[in-house]
Nanobody, 125 residues
Framework: QVQLVESGGGLVQAGGSLRLSCERS????????MGWFRQAPGKEREFVAA????????YYADSVKGRFTISRISAGNTVFLQMNSLKPEDTAVYFC??????????????????WGQGTQVTVSS
């Protein structure tokens, strides 16, 4: 099985920055895509960003493009989400997700079988 633990959430003012981390552990290979999703109160969970196994390719939701950066140590077990120029509408619980071994990329929730518990990000205006 795979375990994912997110950290780095918190309260920040609009325009500020936060860096989320996701530590992956487990027996299955780490050679898989990783992603970040978020769920705001009263809304559906939505895709934020994803990265390939080696970190060579990334993909972002339009709402965060240019402000957020996903990264990982090549084939490593830790994925980061650097969030800059935060807005109140970025307030949500942020979830880390891991794909199946060998999975290259994914932007849909059903492409990720493994999920963390989430970390709260609150952006005040």
């Amino acid at each position: 099985q795979v375990q994912l633990v997110e950290s780095g959430g918190g309260l920040v003012q609009a325009g500020g920055s936060l860096r989320l981390s996701c530590e992956r552990s487990g027996r299955t290979s780490s050679a898989t895509a990783m992603g970040w999703f978020r769920q705001a109160p009263g809304k559906e969970r939505e895709f934020v960003a994803a990265i390939t196994w080696m970190g060579s390719s990334t993909y972002y939701a339009d709402s965060v493009k240019g402000r957020f950066t996903i990264s990982r140590i090549s084939a490593g077990n830790t994925v980061f989400l650097q969030m800059n120029s935060l807005k109140p509408e970025d307030t949500a619980v942020y979830f880390c997700a891991a794909g199946r071994p060998g999975q290259v990329m994914g932007v849909r929730q059903d492409e990720y079988p493994y999920w963390g518990q989430g970390t709260q990000v609150t952006v005040s205006s």
